[in-house]
């Protein structure tokens, strides 16, 4: 359902094979679309196991719509509501190969979730317009620059408008949204705790998947909500995970900087794949991706 940047569909049949089986069940610290978790998950029920799962992000979009799939219909029903007038007004509005019509509505759009976004509670899992926030998100993530979710320095999200083909902006029909939501719905029902595991591993059994932002092979940054991820970032994390006793898997850029850092810190390098270019920048050339383990410790 969504555009994600860095999304590991594409990539789950190399990932998921390096993720065991757990009673402590599964953290992912930088959550996304939470699919190899909830990929996981399904794989442990079908096999009669027990298969808890647990999700933390920092985007307020994505913490927002997990927030609505966690919650009682009526949440669902207003996302559903303010949705489906984006959309219908896009569609109503739109002229094939003049975009003038959505970038006025983009720059509405996205002025109205920044509103909301600062009206908003500390924690926006429990954000009182969390479903308003989640559809006009929705809608900024269908209709923005490839799937990029950026913020600037005064916490507003600052993503251009996308280009795409003359038939406009492709948007998720209400099947596919009601798929998403039930798929996370029952994996937040059994799972009390699948969005609040913020601080840490919320136990030592349990299996942690990474996928830390990417510096880029020049090593820069990369700007996120409220934080600013680059290399000295990445060392901070690898430094503070060295002290977990869990069963890590991390997907990473295959940098030189980034080998040596994991290798420096009791992680094997036991799979590389090639993944598009990053979006952002423009630029499609593949890059090189690897997976690295660190075993339980202790």
């Known amino acids: 359902m969504l555009r994600w940047a860095g999304a590991k569909s594409r990539f789950m049949d190399r990932i998921l094979p390096r993720l065991p089986s757990s009673d402590g069940g599964l953290w992912e610290p930088f959550g996304g679309t939470g699919e190899v978790g909830l990929t996981w998950r399904a794989r442990e029920l079908e096999a009669g196991r027990r298969a808890h799962i647990y999700y933390t992000d920092i985007d307020p979009m994505l913490r927002a719509l997990f927030a609505v799939a966690a919650s009682p219909r009526y949440l669902r029903d207003i996302f559903d509501m303010t ?60 209709a923005g620059f490839n799937g990029i979710s950026r913020y600037n320095k005064q916490q507003l999200f600052n993503t251009p408008v996308g280009r795409h083909n003359v038939q406009g902006p492709i948007f998720p029909s209400a099947e ?25 591993p919320p136990s030592s059994s349990c299996i942690v998947y990474a996928d830390p932002p990417y510096t880029g092979f020049d090593d820069k940054p990369c700007e996120f909500y409220l934080q600013r991820y680059g290399l000295p970032e990445t060392e901070q994390w690898v430094k503070t995970v060295q002290n977990w006793p869990n069963y890590i898997v991390v997907t990473n850029n295959l940098t030189p900087t980034l080998r040596q850092l994991y290798g420096d810190h009791g992680f094997t390098l036991i799979d590389k794949y090639m993944r598009p270019g990053t979006v952002s920048a423009g630029d499609r050339t593949p890059i090189q991706e690897g997976i690295w383990v660190r075993p339980f410790k202790g």
Do not use: M
């Open 83 to 142: 949705f489906e007038r984006q959309v219908e007004r896009t569609k109503s509005e739109h002229v094939a190969g003049d975009w003038s019509a959505l970038r006025i509505q983009y720059q509405e759009v996205r002025d109205e979730f920044n509103r909301l976004l600062w009206d908003r509670a500390e924690n926006t899992y429990t954000h009182p317009h969390a479903a308003q926030l989640a559809a006009l998100g929705l809608w900024l993530n269908r």
């Open 176 to 200: 596919e949204r009601e798929h998403w939501f039930s798929v996370r719905y029952n994996a937040l029902r059994d799972n009390p705790r699948y969005i609040y595991a913020a601080d840490g």
